[in-house]
């Protein structure tokens, strides 16, 4: 597999000389953020497989008799912590457990309940649901040619769910578990779909002849803080899992999967491609790109392809642009059971406008010239642009995250990978529509050092633009940040590019999220002014583990277009830094109500002002960083100041 070397942003915080933190999780009730520290990890994307057809049946439970199970809860006491069995929902997640296809009873997992104060989760527990009879496999299907299914549902978030098998009773083997599911945060993510069929082929983990064969469902906290942390308690960790209708089966002759879809060349592709500067080069996927990223690197068209039947396949992947009818494959490779490969195949559009793409597996039985089994098709959507690149998925079910607040002062950036020289004009941004009218936004740049270990974790800033400030019209749309100048952008080098928020007593600005990580730290948070419980006041890295909606936008009219009547927003404020001795002039004659604000957001000062030219004394103040607002009834203005 792909080894990833992501130094970039990097930071080890501790608790003490020896105890390092992992993540530190906000609480429940606080729907804005969710942060994670940095780290070297990589995030693959969530799988779904469909139903195989019909097999021999060798054992099946769907929990209508509990005692075909033995649970084990750690000494907890279910149902609100542990396993239980039966018809009702009980953890804090769902209230409508899981559609699973025979209906009645299914086994749930519950720990507690992280949204009270404080939370009620149990600590260091491990819960397990186990076979209480061995199966014998052998004698049903005389080989160890089977496979388990079950249908589950729930979410990964900070637990461990692991499929267990064991011949002997005693000594548990883990043949699946959630580490490749998509994680879901506060800043997004998703639950497994209610129900998902999962299938797992067991003949690499019983031997050849398999008698006796239990199966576990094994449960575990997967968050790395001590459970004497306070933040422990208000974690989401559990998100709660459902489990009903499991079978072990017949393998079938010929099944292949497909899982891990990338357009971008994450898997095989990125091995053509070199850093040119002090960087690597990841091969990242993009929803959005303009024709002159394509000219130098098509897209590569990748997923990973299993062999979970009982012969050899020859397999390859295919794609096809909807609407088209062209079909277009990669080379073939022959799978062994229960071997896998990635294969791969480019697209290169000449043209603009948007792509929808179908990919899929065939596979047929060493060669024979006869499809036996094709793979479910995964849907890419694309759009080729003249001037824009961009990684989300658009505002169709776009969430939020926070850029300044009382509390916040945040950068929110992305990796963007350059396989052409651009000339950067500005920053195109979805302004969620939660944003305050007034806040003040701006759009920033730092080139990649993967080389580099220092404060900043290898981030070199080399331009941000002037102060934006939002307006009514700019809530819930599209709006284009120009740079104070072009921004030159080499091909082979990587940006972090984003957006940046300002602290506020009560303006507060959001920026719209749609998608997912690809790797923990594609997409990053930097704590500016340490306000974060977890920086400790220190300016932090985090990353998040959903995708910005950010844009890079290269066409030099959008300097023009986004600066046009903003003028009128603006106030001089004057000397900044100051003595305390301030001059504020107004570009227009207006009556306004004056309030100044300390960092604790307490009002300091409070005053009505009418002329042009206002001069101001606070020489009394304390040192340190106050915002002044202007409010004139229908627009309020904003702008920070520091008295030294």
């Known amino acids: 597999m792909k080894k990833i070397y992501i130094t970039l942003l990097a930071l080890i915080v501790c608790l003490s000389t020896s105890a390092q933190v992992k993540l530190q999780d906000l609480k429940a009730s606080d729907c804005s953020k969710e942060i994670n520290l940095f780290e070297e990890n990589h995030v693959k994307t969530e799988?779904?497989?469909?139903?195989?057809?019909?097999?021999n049946i060798v054992w099946e439970s769907d929990f209508s008799d509990p005692n075909d199970w033995v649970l084990d809860n750690n000494g907890q006491n279910p149902p609100n912590y542990g396993w239980s069995i039966d018809q009702n929902s009980d953890g804090w997640w769902s209230s409508n457990g899981i559609t699973s296809t025979s209906g009645g009873n299914f086994a749930e997992l519950s720990n507690g309940d992280p949204t009270q104060t404080p939370g009620t989760q149990a600590g260091a527990v491990v819960y397990t649901m186990t076979m209480s009879q061995p199966v014998n496999i052998f004698d049903s299907i005389g080989s160890s040619n089977a496979t388990l299914s079950f249908e589950e549902f729930?979410?990964?978030?900070?637990?461990?769910?692991?499929?267990?098998?064991?011949?002997?009773?005693?000594?548990?083997?883990?043949?699946?578990?959630?580490?490749?599911?998509?994680?879901?945060t506060q800043s997004g993510g998703s639950a497994y779909p209610n129900p998902s069929l999962r299938e797992i082929n067991l003949a690499s983990y019983i031997g050849p002849t398999p008698t006796?064969?239990?199966?576990?469902?094994?449960?575990?906290?997967?968050?790395?803080?001590?459970?004497?942390?306070?933040?422990?308690?208000?974690?989401?960790?559990?998100?709660?899992?459902?489990?009903?209708?499991?079978?072990?089966?017949?393998?079938?002759?010929?099944?292949?999967?497909?899982e891990d879809v990338v357009i971008g060349g994450f898997w095989i592709d990125y091995l053509n491609y070199s850093g040119a500067g002090l960087n690597d080069i990841y091969g990242l996927d993009y929803s959005v790109t303009p024709l002159s990223q394509l000219q130098?690197?098509?897209?590569?068209?990748?997923?990973?392809?299993?062999?979970?039947?009982?012969?050899?396949?020859?397999?390859?992947?295919?794609?096809?642009?909807?609407?088209?009818?062209?079909?277009?494959?990669?080379?073939?490779?022959?799978?062994?059971?229960?071997?896998?490969a990635f294969l791969g195949a480019s697209f290169s559009p000449s043209t603009v406008g948007s792509f929808p793409i179908e990919i899929y597996?065939?596979?047929?039985?060493?060669?024979?010239?006869?499809?036996?089994?094709?793979?479910?098709?995964?849907?890419?959507?694309?759009?080729?642009?003249?001037?824009?690149?961009?990684?989300?998925?658009?505002?169709t079910n776009s969430s939020f995250y926070m850029l300044g607040g009382l509390e916040d002062q945040n950068h929110i950036t992305s990796r963007f990978e350059m396989y052409?020289?651009?000339?950067?004009?500005?920053?195109?941004?979805?302004?969620?529509?939660?944003?305050?009218?007034?806040?003040?936004?701006?759009a920033i740049i730092y080139e990649v050092d993967s080389t580099v270990s220092n404060a900043n974790g290898g981030a070199i800033l080399i331009a941000e633009s002037d102060d934006y400030t939002i307006t009514a019209q700019d809530r819930g749309a599209w709006v284009d940040i120009p740079f104070v100048d072009p921004v030159n952008l080499?091909?082979?080098?990587?940006?972090?590019?984003g957006i940046v928020g300002y602290q506020h007593p009560s303006l507060e600005s959001y920026i719209g999220l749609s998608g997912s990580s690809m790797y923990n730290g594609e997409?990053?948070?930097?704590?500016?002014?340490?306000?974060?419980?977890?920086?400790?006041?220190?300016?932090?890295?985090?990353?998040?583990?959903?995708?910005?909606?950010?844009?890079?936008?290269?066409?030099?009219?959008?300097?023009?277009?986004?600066?046009?009547?903003k003028l009128s927003d603006k106030l001089l404020i004057y000397p900044n830094p100051s003595n305390g001795l301030i001059n504020i002039e107004l570009d227009k004659l207006n009556f306004y109500n004056i309030s100044i604000s300390n960092i604790l957001a307490k009002e300091v000062y409070n005053s009505t002002i009418s002329a042009v030219n206002t001069k101001l004394d606070l020489s009394n103040f304390d040192k340190g960083l106050y915002f002044i607002e202007l409010n004139d009834g229908e627009n309020i203005f904003t702008k920070k100041i520091i008295i030294e």
């Open 490 to 497: 080499s091909n082979g080098y990587a940006y972090e590019f």
């Open 212 to 258: 006796s064969v239990w199966i576990r469902f094994s449960w575990t906290s997967d968050l790395n803080l001590a459970t004497t942390d306070p933040n422990y308690y208000n974690t989401w960790i559990a998100y709660g899992w459902y489990i009903d209708d499991v079978k072990i089966v017949e393998s079938p002759a010929n099944r292949v999967t497909m």
């Open 47 to 55: 799988k779904r497989v469909t139903s195989t057809p019909s097999q």
């Open 361 to 395: 597996g065939n596979a047929d039985s060493l060669g024979a010239g006869i499809i036996l089994s094709q793979t479910v098709y995964a849907t890419k959507n694309i759009e080729i642009t003249d001037y824009i690149y961009g990684k989300d998925l658009g505002p």
């Open 420 to 442: 052409a020289d651009e000339d950067l004009y500005s920053l195109r941004a979805y302004i969620a529509d939660n944003s305050t009218v007034g806040a003040e936004v701006k």
């Open 296 to 340: 130098n690197r098509p897209y590569s068209i990748e997923a990973l392809f299993k062999n979970q039947g009982t012969v050899s396949q020859t397999v390859d992947l295919n794609y096809s642009i909807v609407g088209t009818g062209n079909v277009t494959s990669s080379n073939s490779v022959v799978l062994n059971p229960g071997d896998s």
């Open 523 to 565: 997409h990053s948070l930097f704590d500016e002014l340490g306000l974060s419980s977890s920086s400790a006041g220190s300016p932090t890295w985090y990353y998040i583990t959903s995708t910005p909606m950010v844009r890079m936008n290269f066409d030099p009219s959008s300097v023009i277009t986004s600066v046009g009547d």
């Open 154 to 184: 729930g979410a990964k978030f900070y637990d461990l769910q692991e499929i267990q098998v064991s011949v002997d009773g005693i000594n548990f083997v883990t043949v699946g578990d959630n580490s490749s599911y998509s994680q879901l």
